[in-house]
């Protein structure tokens, strides 16, 4: 993408971003979504388009017979049994991160937050990778403890 012109952005010349009398300028900057704000948009938004939910017409397209029950075997290994809830996603995030997937790592911290994980049981399970996985957690480190952050903001301790 190239420059943006000067029209296309708010300023102290231009408040509301691009002028009337140039129809074919976008409509006015907004704000891009936060890390988190795509996340939940992205996620949502391709599960439902590769489960189908919520879509009748897609019921007979997208995933199939395998994929959903892998899908289904994931929730449910999540749920309480003789570990509970929480130390289910902790562990979670521990696998996670010691395999480098930032996706993963941002999904079970967003549940770690919903189960009410502290930052300290989350610091330890960062340990926890570091030690398991070495160095080459330290960036899934970095961008985990961003992505804590903008959780908390969206969803106070």
């Known amino acids: 993408m190239g420059p943006a012109r000067q ?77 509970d809830v929480k130390t289910k996603e902790l562990l979670g995030l521990v696998a996670s991160m010691v395999l480098r997937c930032d996706d993963c790592i941002a999904y079970h911290i967003d549940r770690c937050a919903e189960e009410g994980c502290t930052d300290q049981e989350l610091w330890e399970c960062f340990d926890v990778a570091l030690i398991v996985g070495g160095s080459i957690v330290i960036p899934h480190l970095r961008r985990a403890v961003d992505f804590l952050d903008e959780t908390r903001a969206h969803k106070p301790a």
């Open 7 to 83: 029209s296309e952005f708010p300023s102290a010349s231009n408040p509301g971003g691009p002028s009337a009398h140039h129809p074919s300028t976008p409509a006015p900057y907004r704000l891009p979504m936060s890390r988190y704000e795509q996340f939940h948009e992205f996620r949502t938004r391709l599960n439902q388009r590769i489960l189908g939910a919520g879509d009748p017409a897609r019921s007979k397209t997208g995933a199939t017979l395998n994929t959903k029950r892998f899908f289904n075997l994931d929730t449910n290994c999540y749920k309480a049994g003789a570990l």
